[in-house]
């Protein structure tokens, strides 16, 4: 099951704390995108999440939860995507908070359904930035190390270049890839229609809509195809 991560090139983000109309959710589901991850970075309760993932169980695709609160870990899900923020100045985002969740929950974790992601955060300015510390001014060569470093230390099967509410610099999204020979890299931030998408598209295995959802919903569905239709570059 873990594999499926290896077969998307978009995913629709969904945060629960954010009201999102049955239509629209309708229209988000039947867009073609590869998967639905859940979460985000404040207010996401169990319910909110319970609510959400019931509501997007209606469709015939996956349903993932991105990790970002042990009190809603909600059961159902089909893989549970756990952040491990690389580039954080606390080591709590890391894995300070992971070993917490073992201890309390390891006789209960579903370890065959959970994907560990290696996060570098690049907007000191957006909340998961200013919450871990992140050590957000990278170089595109430092950040390639990090994404290595997450690869080959720690076997990560996901790297995550976020840049959380504003779209990234794709050189350096550019350098992280090249510098990746098993990790999946996945890129979020910023994606504001479809050409941003398709330049994310360009240099990243996934690319993950979020914002856009609920601030343009036309021009988030466009990002279906903008991204599906173009190949990642090669070198």
Same mark, same amino acid.
């Given at each position: 099951m873990k594999s499926m991560i290896n077969t998307w090139r978009h995913v629709f983000k969904l945060d629960p704390d954010r009201m999102i109309a049955d239509d629209? #959710?309708?229209a988000v589901c039947l867009s073609g995108t590869d998967a639905i991850m859940i979460g985000g970075s404040s207010g996401v309760t169990y319910d909110n999440t319970v609510d959400l993932m019931s509501r997007v169980r209606q469709y015939e695709l996956p349903c993932v939860l991105e990790v970002s609160d042990l009190e809603a870990v909600v059961p159902g899900?089909?893989?549970?995507?756990?952040p491990m923020v690389l580039n954080a100045a606390d080591p709590t985002w890391l894995i300070g908070r992971h070993s917490e969740a073992v201890e309390r929950y390891g006789y209960l974790i579903p370890w065959e359904m959970v994907v560990p992601e290696g996060y570098i955060i690049l907007n000191p300015e957006s909340t998961a930035g200013r919450v871990t510390r992140a050590d957000a001014g990278l170089s595109a060569s430092r950040a390639a190390a990090y994404g290595q470093a997450g690869e080959r230390l720690m076997s990560l099967p996901v790297i995550y270049v976020e840049y959380s509410g504003k779209f990234g610099d794709m050189e350096l999204v550019a350098e992280v890839k090249r510098s990746l020979d098993q990790s999946r890299l996945f890129y979020g931030g910023g994606i504001a229609d479809a050409a941003t998408a398709a %330049? &994310? &598209? &360009? !240099? *990243?295995?996934? !690319?993950? !809509?979020?914002?856009?959802?609920? *601030?343009?919903?036309? %021009? &988030? #569905? *466009?990002t279906v195809q903008a991204v599906k239709g173009n190949p990642v570059q090669q070198g």
């Open positions: 629209q #959710l309708e899900f089909d893989l549970y995507l756990i %330049q &994310a &598209a &360009a !240099v *990243s295995d996934t !690319v993950i !809509v979020g914002n856009l959802i609920y *601030s343009d919903l036309d %021009q &988030a #569905l *466009s």
